[in-house]
């Protein structure tokens, strides 16, 4: 609860952090510009005079962008706002903006208004909700890129543990007298099963599947690919390399695998069923 008040706390900072500046170059852009009369005010009457402009800027933007969302949380959901706030609420702030400056030009500053200066009053407006709306944008794109950037990092994180667990590494397979042998990549074997007294290695070679029967137990070799995660058991027959499964099917005779290079099917018993959808889904 604490961490959700800080986090709303400092959102709150940073967006009437943002409101702030918009006023103020508000403010600056009619000083400077002078797109109403100001002619018959002296210089400090006019810097008052402008300073109200960019006061109304700000309560309004504070009241419909910040106090209106707060008091109606289940209508404007502000973690949702990629390209700034709801079309609504823009429309409603230039609107309200808008009136009130009309208002501040006729009985403050005491001139009159014409379709004219209404019409400069309504660009004026706009250009809140327009730098607002840039401004959102560019916070989306940068959200973006720091996700890209972790998703990035998450991948060659991925690759470097791969290659550490012997992707390009060798393992030496022996037979249980040790009389034959068969050398491989770990990245090339595609699935070892047992078979009597014997283990049937599948493993690619000049990109076609071969197939070789070595006198052991899978229990005895299994310890040799305990360390590769690439490797797990999917049944008490099989142990298979997953970089090489497409996905899990179901049928009537149970669940299986779908690997690729491969024509058949690889059983897998419901006892590691939810070790092979976790190897999957990773």
Same mark, same amino acid.
């Given at each position: 609860?604490?961490?959700?008040?800080?986090?709303?706390?400092?959102?709150?900072?940073?967006?009437?952090?943002?409101?702030?500046?918009?006023?103020?170059?508000?403010?600056?852009?009619?000083?400077?510009?002078?797109?109403?009369?100001?002619?018959?005010?002296?210089?400090?009457?006019?810097?008052?005079?402008?300073?109200?402009?960019?006061?109304?800027?700000?309560?309004?933007? /504070?009241?419909?962008?910040?106090?209106?969302?707060?008091?109606?949380?289940?209508?404007?959901?502000?973690?949702?706002?990629?390209?700034?706030?709801?079309?609504?609420?823009?429309?409603? !702030?230039?609107?309200? %903006?808008?009136?009130?400056?009309?208002?501040?030009?006729?009985?403050?500053?005491?001139?009159?208004?014409?379709?004219?200066?209404?019409?400069?009053?309504?660009?004026?407006?706009?250009?809140?909700?327009?730098?607002?709306?840039?401004?959102?944008? %560019?916070?989306?794109?940068?959200?973006?890129?720091?996700?890209?950037?972790?998703?990035?990092?998450?991948?060659?994180?991925?690759?470097?543990?791969?290659?550490?667990?012997?992707?390009?590494?060798?393992?030496?397979?022996?037979?249980?007298?040790?009389?034959?042998?068969?050398?491989?990549?770990?990245?090339?074997?595609?699935?070892?099963?047992?078979?009597?007294?014997? *283990?049937?290695?599948?493993?690619?070679?000049?990109?076609?599947?071969?197939?070789?029967?070595?006198? %052991?137990?899978?229990?005895?070799?299994?310890? !040799?690919?305990?360390?590769?995660?690439?490797?797990?058991? /999917?049944?008490?027959?099989?142990?298979?390399?997953?970089?090489?499964?497409?996905?899990?099917?179901?049928?009537?005779?149970?669940?299986?695998?779908?690997?690729?290079?491969?024509?058949?099917?690889?059983?897998?018993?419901?006892?590691?069923?939810? *070790?092979?959808?976790?190897?999957?889904?990773?």
């Amino acid at each position: 609860m604490n961490n959700q008040n800080k986090s709303l706390k400092n959102s709150l900072k940073e967006e009437s952090g943002r409101l702030f500046m918009i006023s103020f170059g508000v403010f600056l852009f009619i000083l400077f510009f002078q797109p109403f009369p100001l002619e018959m005010l002296n210089y400090n009457d006019r810097l008052l005079y402008v300073a109200g402009f960019g006061g109304i800027t700000f309560l309004s933007a /504070c009241i419909i962008l910040i106090v209106m969302p707060l008091s109606n949380a289940k209508w404007f959901k502000t973690s949702d706002w990629e390209s700034g706030p709801p079309f609504i609420l823009s429309t409603f !702030q230039l609107l309200i %903006n808008a009136t009130a400056f009309g208002f501040y030009i006729r009985f403050v500053g005491k001139s009159p208004l014409s379709l004219y200066i209404m019409f400069k009053v309504g660009l004026v407006c706009l250009l809140p909700v327009l730098i607002l709306v840039i401004l959102y944008k %560019n916070k989306s794109l940068e959200r973006v890129i720091v996700f890209l950037q972790k998703q990035n990092k998450s991948y060659i994180t991925k690759i470097r543990e791969i290659e550490e667990n012997g992707g390009d590494k060798e393992i030496t397979i022996y037979s249980g007298n040790k009389a034959e042998k068969l050398s491989l990549k770990y990245k090339d074997i595609i699935f070892i099963k047992s078979a009597d007294n014997y *283990i049937e290695v599948h493993y690619l070679e000049n990109e076609s599947v071969e197939k070789k029967l070595i006198r %052991n137990t899978l229990k005895d070799i299994e310890s !040799q690919f305990n360390h590769h995660s690439n490797f797990i058991r /999917c049944h008490r027959t099989s142990v298979v390399n997953i970089a090489f499964a497409e996905k899990l099917t179901r049928d009537y005779s149970g669940y299986n695998l779908i690997m690729s290079k491969l024509q058949g099917n690889i059983p897998v018993s419901r006892q590691y069923l939810i *070790i092979v959808k976790e190897a999957l889904s990773n």
